[in-house]
């Protein structure tokens, strides 16, 4: 009787090491993926937060660049030109074939540059109704390098 309580005392710890083995993976494993998807969430917000503050809000982007055009239409197209590379005849042609203003022609082909698409294919966007911040959070995009371009125009305001 000694015998076998002492062989089912080594079976059922032999048995019970593996399960206590796999528990213990289970849970570095569960700690591992909680603790980087909180890590991954907080560098998210982080990166978020310094985008925000790095790239220049597109209404006010736009608002300003019609401002500025208001005030010295060939000195702002010209810093658009520039900004843009894309002629001041072919800007103005957009500009009445689509009816954005000055600002959103600039918005459309700065998210055109930075999505790798044509500009009527960003037009065509905001002409279905989405807004230019819609656009830009679809493409994963800020209006980062507009800073400067701002920065440029209000120079001589």
Not at 39 to 44: C, L, S, V
Not at 46 to 60: C, G, M, Y
Not at 62 to 82: F, N
Not at 118 to 125: G, N, P, V
């Amino acid at each position: 009787m000694n015998n076998r309580i002492a062989r089912l005392v080594v079976i059922s710890s032999a048995l019970t090491a593996p399960i206590a083995a796999v528990a213990d993976e289970t849970t570095r494993t569960a700690v591992t993926r909680e603790w980087s998807s909180e890590h991954a969430a907080k560098i998210g917000e982080e990166r978020q937060k310094k985008d925000l503050h790095d790239s220049v809000p597109i209404a006010k982007c736009i608002g300003d660049i019609d401002s500025a055009v208001r005030v010295d239409k060939q000195r702002t197209l010209s810093i658009i030109v520039i900004n843009t590379d894309v002629a001041a005849a072919v800007l103005e042609s957009e500009k009445a074939r689509t009816g954005f203003s000055f600002g959103e022609v600039y918005v459309a082909h700065s998210l055109a540059l930075a999505t790798h698409k044509k500009f009527d294919a960003i037009a065509k966007l905001k002409l279905s109704g989405k807004t230019w911040e819609q656009i830009a959070r679809e493409h994963n995009v800020t209006l980062k390098g507009s800073r400067e371009l701002l920065r440029q125009i209000r120079e001589k305001q």
